[in-house]
């Protein structure tokens, strides 16, 4: 199981600093991925991580903002959020897919989900 956390509400510009922590065996050897979904609007990529954390993706959007980590040790995914915009607002999940480098910002390819938490940035 994944169980995401560390979502607010933050002004534009300020720092969240999200987690997600998984439960049972199997952590250290999935990429793993944040997706985001705003309402009304389709499930969106963040970022991914290999399964040791050495290799990452980011969207765009987020690129230079936002930074993806995890300890394989305390089965935990991070997602450090900075210089956060209104269009950041959005329920954040994790997710879990064994896909390679190259499908992983392709939330089809994830399998296991974690219940998401909640950024709402302000103005």
């Known amino acids: 199981q994944l169980q995401a956390s560390g979502g607010g509400l933050v002004q534009a510009g300020g720092s969240l600093r999200l987690s997600c922590a998984a439960s049972?065996?199997?952590?250290?050897?999935?990429?793993m991925g944040w997706f985001r979904q705003a309402p009304g609007k389709e499930r969106e990529f963040v970022a991914h991580t290999s399964p040791n954390g050495g290799s990452t993706g980011y969207a765009d959007s987020v690129k230079g903002r936002f930074t993806i980590s995890r300890d394989n040790y305390k089965n935990t995914l991070y997602l450090q959020m900075n210089s956060l915009k209104v269009e950041d607002t959005a329920d954040y999940h994790c997710?879990?897919?064994?896909?390679?480098?190259?499908?992983?910002?392709?939330?089809?390819?994830?399998?296991?989900w974690g219940q998401g938490t909640q950024v709402t940035v302000s103005s």
């Open positions: 997710a879990a897919t064994t896909t390679v480098y190259s499908g992983r910002s392709d939330s089809s390819n994830y399998y296991y």
């Open positions: 049972g065996s199997g952590f250290s050897i999935r990429a």
